[in-house]
């Protein structure tokens, strides 16, 4: 029952580098979403996807890029870190096409910019 | 657009009491699904309850129950007989049941639940 991983679930970055927090699930859900947690803000969506190839912006998507080239992988690109993108970042997917639609969560990942 | 308020940073209970976490919610859609989410010191998100906008009864999982007032636009959740366990963050959300779905989720209320 492997659900929703996310990777890597710790990274420091200097101001400037670029990385890539891998999310995949195997649950077959067309929808995929990363999210940012920071203290007193709540989840915060950055990016969503309702299917491979089809992206878009949520609240808070500048510094972020997404792509959807398969059902299973949605990975979240930041191409130039910036202290203020230091968050707890969460992927979560879920059905559509169900009214209930439960967002299933991975780990989260504890990104730290210098 | 849609909004998700949860007034209280924090709530103090004392075991076997029961608590409500205060929920309100705006949107123009007709058609709206409601959530709760638990997020204990670990970090996870566990799905608690959901309760749909033209459900005619209030949502119930166990010791979970939604009051769910819809032209108040609040939907409030309560925890029968609160546990040590219980202490967590926890998050109201709600998505539209048009368009893309997306979840939106409020700021969190902190429960602690003392012995």
């Known amino acids: 029952n492997a659900g929703v991983t996310q990777t890597p679930k710790f990274q420091v970055l200097k101001t400037g580098q670029s990385m890539t927090l891998q999310c995949a699930q195997d649950?077959?859900?067309?929808?995929m979403s990363w999210y940012r947690q920071d203290p007193g803000m709540g989840l915060r969506l950055i990016h969503y996807s309702v299917g491979a190839g089809i992206t878009d912006q949520g609240e808070v998507p500048n510094g972020y890029n997404v792509s959807r080239s398969t059902t299973e992988d949605f990975p979240l690109r930041l191409l130039s870190a910036a202290p203020s993108q230091t968050s707890v970042y969460f992927c979560?997917?879920?059905?559509?096409?169900?009214?209930?639609?439960?967002?299933?969560f991975g780990e989260g990942s504890r990104l730290t910019v210098l | 657009a849609q909004k998700i308020t949860q007034t209280q940073p924090g709530m103090f209970v004392q075991e076997k009491e029961a608590v409500t976490l205060d929920c309100t919610y705006d949107t123009s859609d007709p058609s709206y699904g409601l959530f709760w989410y638990k997020q204990p010191s670990s970090g996870e998100m566990i799905f608690l309850i959901y309760?749909?906008?033209?459900?005619?009864q209030n949502a119930t999982e166990g010791r979970y129950s939604l009051n769910f007032q819809k032209a108040r636009k609040s939907a409030n959740l309560v925890i029968s007989a609160s546990q040590l366990g219980d202490s967590a963050m926890y998050f109201c959300?709600?998505?539209?049941?048009?368009?893309?779905?997306?979840?939106?989720f409020g700021t969190g209320t902190r429960l602690l639940v003392s012995p």
């Open positions: 959300a709600m998505k539209a049941n048009t368009g893309f779905q997306k979840l939106v």
């Open positions: 309760q749909g906008s033209y459900d005619q």
């Open positions: 649950m077959n859900h067309e929808y």
């Open positions: 979560a997917s879920k059905m559509t096409g169900t009214n209930t639609g439960e967002l299933f």
